[in-house]
């Protein structure tokens, strides 16, 4: 089946410093999804993209929609501690095939 | 933004016996429901898909009759767990979707059998 790939796969970053992390496919979506999830709780969403280019912000947060469709990366900036945690991208057609990447656990040092 | 809750929030049971796990969407109707699983640093795998009024998806490797899905309202789904073992030990989250193009996420259920 369709399979998502999270670069990097873990990052330790300091606090202040700017993040960026990206999401690849072999195939085509219509839909990409960031979400973060804490420890011991549920992925919150952070943005939706639905169009091929599109760039969206959110706060500190910035995801852009690949031309190719095949790809999506998320930026955030000025990191703070609560920013620790894992973002997962996610991948959809429609609601006919959602598919989670493996993830990128993010750690701020102080 | 839409909330999907989750209850219990966390159960630990003996061998053996089963768990029922209820996911609501509080803000919205939900045409479909998805549970997941959640092994320790891992990501979620997708365990099934549950449409309102009509019987669950299940993806490949998951027992069907161990999973008993129930998706009776367009703001409940139910996951039991049936003769819960070690094994089935994990975070069992759900989400949601009032529409095709995004899910909304339970808080999760932790599964302890001992």
């Known amino acids: 089946g369709q399979q998502l790939n999270q670069s990097p796969q873990s990052m330790f970053i300091q606090e202040g410093e700017d993040v960026s992390m990206n999401c690849t496919s072999s195939?085509?979506?219509?839909?990409w999804l960031w979400y973060k999830q804490d420890p011991g709780e549920g992925p919150v969403l952070l943005i939706a993209?639905?169009?091929?280019?599109e760039l969206t912000s959110n706060g500190r947060l910035t995801a852009q929609f690949g031309i190719t469709r095949k790809d999506s990366f998320l930026n955030i900036s000025a990191s703070i501690p609560s920013d620790v945690g894992i973002y997962f991208c996610?991948?959809?057609?429609?609601?006919?095939?959602?598919?989670f990447g493996p993830g990128t656990r993010l750690s701020v040092l102080p | 933004g839409a909330v999907v809750s989750q209850h219990p929030s966390w159960v630990i049971c003996k061998s053996g016996t089963s768990v029922k796990i209820e996911c609501r969407s509080l803000?919205?109707?939900?045409?479909?429901m998805f549970w997941y699983r959640q092994f320790p640093k891992q990501s979620l795998m997708l365990m099934a898909t549950?449409?309102?009024?009509?019987?669950?998806?299940?993806e490949q490797g998951v027992e069907k009759d161990k999973f008993l899905i129930n998706h009776a309202s367009l703001t409940l789904s139910t996951l039991t767990v049936t003769s819960a073992h070690p094994e089935d030990s994990s975070f069992y989250i759900c989400?949601?979707?009032?529409?095709?193009?995004?899910?909304?996420f339970g808080p999760g259920t932790r599964l302890l059998v001992l």
């Open positions: 989400s949601a979707s009032g529409g095709p193009r995004t899910q909304y």
């Open positions: 195939s085509i979506f219509n839909t």
């Open positions: 993209l639905y169009k091929a280019g």
């Open positions: 996610a991948g959809d057609n429609y609601g006919q095939n959602f598919v």
């Open positions: 803000d919205f109707q939900a045409t479909t």
């Open positions: 549950s449409n309102e009024g009509s019987k669950a998806t299940y």
